[in-house]
């Protein structure tokens, strides 16, 4: 704790003064506004304080004693926090946090870890944005943000705006209904690695991608060093090698387990990806924070495991909504599928592993294909099992 925060003053309600404008403008930055900067410790400002609190894991009490002043003035980027690391950049038009990082070689994840208040895909011409020290650490920095509910979000549509998935933010929100959002109401947004994370596998990993529109741009060798890491980090999230199988037969089918792999050469509004998510530019990409096709080509060539590890995520994500207008997977027995199975029961099944390449093909892909490559999507789950085993 600086020495500045160690002697600021106890500030609670019925305060008056610079340091309740100063308390007021730096929760307005860390996302907890307060109202009105006015200088006087109202119920507005008291309510504010008390949401920051409980985000934080501070006491609750409405007062701004050393610890709600060390934390808020760190969590802002205030004065007081550790400037000599940070710069501040104004945004351009079409900025995004990857695009800034770029110019900084900072990651995105570290620049949203610095800016909580802010939207990553909602970035206004003009806003400042704290870059931090590319050397330093970027776990001491809080994760939790707030969002303002606005005309026609859900919980869905919130998680797509912050990588995060809707049964973390309810987690996060048990007062609130799901299904009667309030214009206005203030929605915490959990840290990324609370909760509902998903595992990847430990230790190193060389995952491979390259940016293609074609199929089968990996070497045999670079295919297997894939498979063997979707099926690690498919196992650690509770995969049976069955299920697991399933799913590679249709990834081979679709994607060759390149992550890079468009369906048309860099064209947003086609597929791409392990599973070909289409239209790439509202499903994966979007998740992943808005990306262009060039942002996605440069993740694959630079960043191949962090590509790999942002689909396998997407996809575990995409399995667990069950609201009918949002899923992705729709238990069924058209496409050839020999069973009606929910995602809990696929990823938990033993059964055949050709017949799990089939219900995954119909629930989740639901592509045109004819038998005979739906043959094919089975043939690729045989070899993959037996290899894995």
């Known amino acids: ?17 610079e340091e309740v404008t100063r308390i007021q403008t730096l929760l307005n930055k860390a996302g907890f506004p307060p109202g009105t900067v006015d200088s006087d410790f109202g119920s507005n400002t008291e309510e504010a304080v008390r949401n920051f609190q409980k985000a934080n894991h501070l006491e609750v009490d409405g007062v701004v004693g050393k610890d709600t002043w060390a934390l808020l003035l760190k969590y802002a980027g205030g004065p007081d926090s550790d400037a000599s ?46 870059i931090p020290n590319a050397g ?31 049964v973390a933010i309810q987690e996060a929100n048990p007062h609130l209904i799901p299904t009667n959002l309030q214009v206005g109401t203030q929605v915490m ?7 509902d994370h998903h595992t990847p596998p430990s230790g190193d990993h060389t995952v491979y991608a390259k940016p293609c529109s074609r199929h089968g741009d990996l070497t045999d060798a670079q295919m297997k060093a894939n498979v ?24 081979e089918q679709e994607s060759g387990f390149n992550p890079g792999v468009w369906q048309f050469n860099q064209k947003t509004s086609g597929g791409y990806g392990l599973v070909q998510w289409t239209p790439a530019r509202d499903k994966i990409l979007r998740w992943m924070g808005n990306l262009s096709a060039e942002q996605a ?19 575990l994500i995409e399995l667990k909504e069950t609201r009918l207008d949002k899923r992705e997977w729709i238990p069924t027995t058209n496409y050839n599928s020999p069973y ?25 892909e639901r592509s045109r ?15 993959w099992y037996n290899f894995l085993v």
């Open 340 to 364: 009606v199975m929910t995602p809990e029961e696929y990823i938990h099944s033993d059964k055949n592993v050709g017949d799990l390449a089939l219900v995954f093909h119909g629930s989740f």
């Open 189 to 195: 947004i959990p840290d990324v690695g609370g909760s």
């Open 85 to 130: 690391t940070r710069r501040v950049y104004t945004v351009q038009k079409g900025d995004t946090f990857w695009s800034i990082g770029l110019k900084f070689d900072v990651s995105d994840v570290a620049i949203q870890k610095a800016n909580p208040h802010l939207i990553p895909t909602n970035l206004q011409v003009g806003t400042q944005v704290v």
């Open 369 to 383: 294909d004819s038998w005979t490559f739906k043959q094919a999507r089975i043939n690729n789950a045989k070899k």
């Open 228 to 251: 063997l890491y979707i099926n690690q980090y498919m196992t650690a999230n509770g995969w049976t090698k069955h299920a697991i199988a399933g799913l590679l037969g249709n990834m």
């Open 136 to 166: 330093g650490s970027d776990n001491d920095t809080p994760t939790r943000r707030v969002y303002t509910v606005q005309k026609g979000d859900t919980f869905w549509s919130i998680g797509l705006k912050f990588g995060v998935s809707d």
């Open 1 to 17: 704790m600086t020495t500045a925060v160690a002697t600021r003053p106890i500030i609670k309600r019925g305060s008056k003064g």
């Open 297 to 315: 080509d440069h993740m694959a060539r630079n960043d191949p495991k962090k590509l790999m590890d942002k689909q396998l995520e997407y996809l």
